[in-house]
């Protein structure tokens, strides 16, 4: 008998007097060859005084080597298909009689897909006007800058002073700084720098006071305040290159402004393209979860739960930050998470289902370039790469989230697009 529960089974089985007798005396031999009785050779003692004396071990046996066989075979024969680790109950085990037990596990989902070609959705195609172009063009030439000495004089707003800076109490660690480049009176400069290097000539030393703001982005330093001592190394400006031909030729292979502008432009449209196209799969993606309602076995909602934690503790990592030293209530965490998490396991079983309908996978030749890219990332061959990434499992992953990414683009290119 199946009780059935959205995702949850829970099945009674039954195994016959004849296996559990047959299983039962193969124990029963089994541990008449590993016990050692006082008074008889190893493997002799008599069958019914080893049964007598070790029934717990011979029940143990049997129950551990019939249950999962007969779980095994209900399954088949009932044609279902388990996710999770199956839990035993009500185990009833008596001489002469059958072996019987509940078995509760949870099962893959099943849903029929509706509609999801030609779903509505926002879309605008992205502009880029000549201010567009000109505002990149500007970024560049920022990172192009040349920041020369000037002749010594006192500095004042707009100047990039050199200073020797190190603290003389109130940091700890102590900050020492040979080369710091500070701009004065720049928005991005803490006053209090600004106002007492201000005046200050190459050669100059002077010692202050800085309070750092309680929210200050190096918890160090947040609201402490600091004694410096300062150096004026240099005075600087920055000089900008000109935007002209020279300019464009520098930055590759342009040989005229127009040309650069142009590679700009199209750079920006492709960028301003996918994030819209991006935003407007997402969209469809909401709408085909709102649509389909069904159940999702909890294990597959906890493993998209530490799924996302550990993106987030790898981004955490990448800004400096020891994922160890983070304390996590993983039951406060479920329960912030499992809305999310459960709306991303349904976007993946439909979007597995979408791909499935219109026989979407990603080619071989698709993976290589993957796996081209990154042996060339690491910098090592191929072969090697491809190696490593099919021992631990990165292939497999690298093909899902193409057929993925090829089911998105399939969403989209059928969707019926409208603008605001």
């Not at 750092?212 to 300062?230: N, S």
Request: charge should be negative.
């Amino acid at each position: 008998m199946a009780l059935i529960e959205g995702c949850r089974h829970s099945i009674e089985v039954t195994v016959p007097l004849a296996d559990v007798q047959a299983e039962t005396e193969r124990a029963l031999v089994e541990v008449t060859k590993k016990v050692r009785l006082p008074g008889f050779r190893p493997g002799k003692a008599p069958a019914s005084l080893v049964k007598t004396r070790f029934a717990s071990e011979i029940r143990q046996d049997v129950v551990e080597a019939l249950v999962p066989k007969a779980f095994r075979k209900a399954l088949e024969a009932d044609g279902l298909k388990i996710v999770s680790q199956a839990k035993y109950s009500d185990i009833h085990f008596h001489d002469g009689e059958p072996l019987k037990f509940k078995a509760e596990f949870e099962v893959e989902p099943e849903f029929q897909l509706g509609t999801y070609r030609d779903l509505p959705v926002v879309y605008n195609e992205p502009a880029v006007s000549d201010a567009d172009v000109d505002e990149r063009i500007e970024k560049v030439r920022e990172q192009k800058a040349e920041y020369v000495n000037v002749d010594p004089r006192p500095l004042v707003d707009g100047d990039y002073a050199m200073v020797s800076l190190e603290s003389l109490a109130g940091a700890e660690p102590p900050i020492q700084q040979d080369e710091l480049m500070l701009k004065i009176g720049d928005e991005n400069t803490l006053a209090g720098f600004s106002e007492h290097l201000k005046g200050l000539s190459p050669e100059d030393e002077r010692e202050f006071d800085i309070t750092y703001p309680e929210d200050y982005d190096r918890d160090t330093l947040a609201g402490k305040t600091v004694k410096f001592r300062a150096t004026v190394k240099a005075v600087r400006q920055k000089e900008l290159p000109e935007v002209n031909d020279e300019f464009a030729k520098d930055l590759g292979d342009y040989q005229t402004l127009d040309e650069l502008k142009a590679s700009i432009r199209s750079s920006i449209q492709r960028e301003r393209e996918f994030e819209a196209q991006q935003t407007a799969k997402t969209k469809l993606i909401d709408q085909l979860v709102e649509a389909h309602d069904f159940a999702v076995p909890e294990v597959y909602v906890d493993r998209q739960i530490e799924m996302n934690v550990e993106r987030r503790l790898r981004a955490l990592a990448a800004e400096g930050i020891d994922p160890k030293s983070i304390k996590l209530d993983w039951e406060k965490v479920r329960e912030t998470q499992k809305d999310q998490a459960l709306k991303d396991v349904k976007a993946s079983l439909l979007l597995d289902k979408v791909a499935t309908a219109e026989s979407l996978d990603a080619t071989q030749d698709e993976v290589d370039k993957e796996v081209q890219r990154f042996a060339k990332q690491q910098r090592e061959a191929v072969a090697v790469t491809r190696a490593k990434l099919q021992k631990d499992g990165t292939l497999g992953r690298i093909a899902n989230s193409i057929r993925t990414e090829k089911t998105l683009a399939f969403l989209f290119e059928r969707s019926r697009k409208s603008a605001e």
